[in-house]
């Protein structure tokens, strides 16, 4: 037999879920998941004191998102401690959040009405890479899903707490799924919390894998056709919400305060 019998796409998730108790409303739910996304950072040791933030657009309203307060650590963070801010600045819900917070997820999901979830911090590898100002290299399989849908945004990137400066982040993201902010740490977003996980995640680890190579020796990439297939098989929103299901699954099961 020279076919293989089975595709290489997502398939339906477990019978059981996530794991944990379904939430009454479709806002819980995000805003569980948002919370146990903070809770896998954290336990992936990519967090940092109060550095970084994620946001989930709120499932109601379009023009507000969900982010973590400051002050709030990343391995504490539960649903109900989730801020809710709209596009113009004002918090709703919860307590003040960090301004750089604000400054970059505004404007994103002003800009990406498409987008659900944006991720953004300061892990070890990814803020080492982002120094060099490269987009990563089709160096194995994994990475491969991002090819041709990140790039690097080429200001000297300090704080980001001017509006213009997030508008300017927005712009060069443009409908990429990934932005590596230059002296400054990487961003994604996605359809979903899961999405925007999963992307994160994996320039963590793409970074991590091609530093160690480079200081090996001469790193041989893969040809430009082969890395598009391969993109276009794992660097889809399904693909990517897909990945990142069973890591958010893993918090949900084990720590079921987070959805309190």
């Known amino acids: ?104 997820h505004a404007a994103v999901h002003r800009a990406r009405p498409d987008v659900a979830c944006v991720a953004h911090g300061h892990p070890e590898h990814a803020t080492a890479w982002c120094a060099l100002g490269r987009p990563l290299d089709p160096i194995n399989q994994d990475v491969c899903a991002l090819y041709g849908d990140h790039a690097v945004f080429e200001e000297d990137c300090g704080l980001v707490l001017g509006l213009d400066e997030g508008a300017r982040i927005a712009a060069a993201l443009g409908g990429q799924k990934a932005l590596l902010l230059r002296n400054h740490g990487p961003l ?46 794992i660097g889809t929103p399904a693909f990517g919400a897909f990945q990142g299901r069973p890591l958010l699954r893993q918090v949900l099961r084990s720590q079921p305060e987070v959805a309190s």
């Open 1 to 104: 037999m020279n076919a293989n019998p089975f595709r290489f796409e997502p398939v339906p998730a477990p019978a059981d879920g996530d794991g944990a108790a379904p939430a009454a409303t479709p806002r819980e739910q995000l805003k569980t998941r948002l919370a146990a996304a903070f809770r896998l950072l954290h336990q992936l040791g990519m967090s940092l004191g109060v550095a970084g933030h994620l946001s989930a657009r709120d499932p109601e309203h379009e023009d507000r998102f969900w982010v973590n307060p400051f002050g709030i650590g990343y391995g504490e963070m539960r649903a109900s401690l989730l801020s809710l801010v709209t596009l113009e600045g004002v918090v709703l819900e919860g307590g003040p959040i960090n301004a750089a917070a604000f400054a970059i």
């Open 188 to 233: 994604s977003v996605g359809r979903s919390v899961e999405e925007a996980l999963w992307w994160f995640v994996l320039i963590e680890r793409s970074a991590r894998i091609q530093l160690l190579a480079e200081a090996a020796g001469r790193v041989h990439a893969l040809p430009p056709e082969q890395a598009r297939g391969i993109a276009r098989g």
